[in-house]
């Protein structure tokens, strides 16, 4: 899986590429949680290009998403593929993350 | 050897040869010398006693005793004479040499004297006097025995003794001739036996020689001839002219020999070539159950450049291949060789068989100086669909065997390759149901000739194949070539003989009961494979988009459960999953041997919970339960055993 990173006024852009399932979810991870430790507290994460995720990617969605509550910080996440989508829908992530169609829509909740 | 039994041959022959001549002539002469000593002591005796007689006339008549004593012992001076007596008229004896009287056998035989009649002759008798010897007794009357009678006795002893000596010089005359002809005959024997011993020494030689090199030097029997110029020179003769007639003759047979291997060779290198091309384990793909195929070479005694080759392009295409090369021997095989390898690297880069030819048409013609051709069948098979793209370059065309039905595949136009760069290969296409098979051969099938020059003809071949109808690929290649060997009956096979069967045996839309299954390690790495396995399967029998995502992501949840949670230790461990798809329902089963796990226990998670309250874990079961049909769990022999059944949409 491959991570594009970008920068939007104080907001952090993660463009997710390729699968992530238990091998690449624990790249990812590391990568997620060092940013929230250097203090980067928006994130949007675009899976507009991401083909497949297992409960190992969801995990990480969830670890991201929960050490951030206490900094006021927030993932949000848009773009989702029909076959995503109906992972997220099986686990009831709609109910616990802010997703969105567009990126742009995802920028606007965090700005 | 030879000499010595010879030499006692001929030794013995002489012993018998003078012992049967010393015999008799010992006896002849001992006789002879008996008579002659005998008549002289006789006649010697007879002179004696005439001379006393004579002589003692008066004195018996005058009784002088002591004068005739004289007279007789004068006589016994005489070799051989023993004794001397005079009797007198009245027959007493009055003078004698017996000391120290006369024996009676002299006494008794004077008186048989006086009664016989003399006339004027000596009276010889033979005498035995016990104690004295053997005597020859000459009696003569003195004055017609009036005056009296005088007896000479001779020593007969002496005669004896006088024949054994000249017996003996004799014998040993006769000793010393026979040693004299040992002595001539060892030599004469040695002198003949001597060129045989050379022969028969050579003879035995000559069975440790090398007869296709050239004699070393002369033949030590060469001087035979010349020396004896007897049979057995003639002999030594013929052994000379025998040895050289081998010697050429060997060289000879030696000569055609080596050119008998060369072609021999030259063959076996051929067929060598053409039999490592073509691929010979059947069968080829065990882990395809999709398709029967079996294929078989038989080649001729000069190698006709025929052969045959599958292999798969990609997962799903299988490419074969038939062809036979123009020509025939070493030749054929390179040819054959070139053509074989330029298909499987064609078949690489591009997929479609009129291309294939193509391509491989170019390339041929490119180097063929030796303006050789080949004619060759090519087709694909999509293993998942049964359909078959092909092109036909001047080969045969297959036969398409269908419940029953036999018809040749359709021309697609397009001559043998090799002949012009400039030629379009066009296709065709079939589609294999469960059960049709394809029968590509070469002509040395349907050329085969019995012994009348009949043909076996495209026509036998396909009543063959309708008769041999449902058989599998490996009966209906052994039938026909046994058909075909049965046609020829004997008649040496002048082409080769080749055949290929593929036996489509998967109707995706009809036939749902296949399983396979896939052995994988404990390693996060072995997810992709295994979920490459499931897509296989998955469209191999034409599961929807969806059904597939499902089933991998499924077996990814599970398997990553089983790597990351089931073993306690770092040890290499075997995961077994196995897929089935029966009556519409997948199937798919996971082992290991990990730490006992029931899936089915592990509490669900609550999907409605805000994010502060949800926990993390939980959400891949969840998955795993949500996308699949039917779960179940079971522990036996150690082993977990999770059984997932979906219910499949069809694409």
């Known amino acids: ?111 | 050897m030879t000499r010595a039994s010879l030499f006692t041959k001929t030794l013995v022959l002489i012993v018998v040869l003078f012992g049967i001549i010393a015999t008799t002539t010992s006896i002849l002469s001992g006789w002879n010398l008996y008579r002659n000593l005998t008549q002289e002591y006789q006649s010697k005796g007879v002179a004696i006693a005439k001379s006393i007689a004579d002589s003692s006339v008066e004195m018996l008549l005058n009784a002088d005793v002591s004068t005739i004593q004289s007279v007789v012992d004068q006589f016994t001076e005489i070799e051989g004479v023993s004794y001397v007596i005079v009797f007198d008229g009245q027959g007493e004896a009055i003078s004698h040499t017996f000391v120290p009287t006369v024996p009676g056998d002299v006494l008794e035989l004077q008186r048989q004297t006086r009664t016989q009649a003399f006339n004027g002759r000596a009276l010889t008798n033979n005498l035995r006097v016990e104690g004295m010897g053997d005597f020859l007794d000459i009696a003569l009357p003195i004055l017609a025995g009036v005056a009296g009678y005088v007896h000479v006795g001779m020593d007969r002893s002496l005669i004896r003794s006088r024949i054994w000596s000249a017996v003996a010089i004799q014998q040993v005359l006769m000793f010393v001739i026979f040693l004299l002809s040992a002595l001539v005959a060892y030599a004469f024997v040695k002198r003949i036996s001597q060129p045989l011993k050379q022969l028969a020494d050579h003879a035995g030689e000559l069975a440790t020689q090398d007869f296709s090199e050239p004699a070393i030097g002369p033949s030590d029997i060469a001087h035979l001839p010349n020396k004896s110029r007897d049979e057995v020179g003639k002999l030594a003769e013929s052994f000379i002219t025998m040895e050289s007639a081998l010697r050429q003759s060997v060289r000879d047979l030696k000569e055609t020999t080596a050119a008998k291997e060369r072609i021999e060779s030259e063959l076996k290198i051929a067929r060598d070539i053409q039999m490592s091309m073509v691929p010979k384990t059947f069968p080829p793909f065990p882990n395809r159950p999709e398709f029967d195929l079996f294929a078989t070479l038989v080649p001729a005694r000069e190698v006709g450049g025929d052969f045959y080759d599958f292999f798969f392009i990609d997962d799903h295409h299988l490419c074969f291949v038939i062809g036979d090369v123009s020509g025939k021997g070493v030749p054929a095989a390179l040819f054959m060789a070139v053509t074989r390898t330029l298909f499987r690297t064609t078949a690489g880069k591009v997929t479609e068989p009129d291309e294939i030819l193509s391509l491989v048409n170019l390339e041929i013609c490119r180097n063929n100086d030796t303006c050789m051709f080949v004619t060759v069948f090519c087709a694909v098979l999509d293993i998942r669909t049964g359909e078959v793209e092909y092109s036909n370059g001047g080969h045969n065309l297959p036969y398409r065997i269908s419940h029953g039905e036999t018809a040749a595949l359709k021309n697609t136009g397009g001559m043998a390759l090799g002949f012009t760069e400039d030629v379009a290969y066009g296709s065709g296409k079939i589609v294999l149901r469960a059960g049709d098979g394809l029968f590509l051969y070469t002509d040395g099938v349907t050329e085969a000739m019995d012994e009348a020059g009949n043909q076996f003809s495209e026509s036998r071949l396909e009543e063959f194949l309708k008769q041999a109808n449902g058989s599998s690929a490996t009966k209906l290649i052994q039938g026909t070539v046994d058909q075909v060997k049965r046609h020829a009956a004997g008649v040496a096979q002048s082409d080769d003989i080749t055949i290929v069967t593929l036996k489509y045996l998967l109707d995706a839309k009809a036939t749902m009961g296949e399983s396979i299954a896939v052995e994988l390690k404990n390693s996060l790495s072995e997810i992709e494979r295994l979920a490459r396995t499931a897509d296989d399967f998955a469209r191999h029998h034409q599961l929807s988009a969806e059904t597939r995502r499902n089933v991998k992501l499924a077996l990814d949840e599970i398997l990553t459960n089983i790597v990351s949670y089931a073993y306690a230790d770092a040890d290499e461990h075997r995961i077994v999953a196995r897929f089935a798809l029966e009556h519409k329902t997948l199937t798919i089963e996971v082992e290991d041997d990990g730490r006992p796990f029931n899936p089915l226990e592990a509490p669900e998670p609550d999907i409605a919970q805000s994010l502060q309250e949800r926990s993390i874990g939980g959400l891949g079961i969840h998955l795993v339960r949500k996308l699949t049909d039917e779960l179940e769990y079971q522990r036996q022999n150690g082993r977990n055993i999770l059984i997932m059944k979906l219910k499949v949409k069809e694409a």
């Open chain 1, 1 to 111: 899986m491959d991570i594009h990173e970008e920068r939007k006024d104080g907001l952090l852009v993660l463009g997710l590429e390729g699968r992530l399932d238990a091998i690449s979810s624990k790249m990812f991870e590391e990568k997620v949680l060092g940013m929230i430790d250097g203090g980067d507290t928006r994130f949007v994460i675009d899976l507009s290009r991401l083909d497949y995720v297992s409960s190992a990617g969801l995990r990480v969605f969830l670890v991201a998403s929960k050490r951030l509550v206490p900094a006021g910080g927030k993932v949000v996440l848009c773009s989702l593929q029909e076959p995503v989508k109906q992972v997220f829908d099986i686990v009831g992530f709609y109910s616990v993350f802010s997703i969105h169609d567009s990126r742009d829509e995802a920028l606007n909740t965090l700005r």
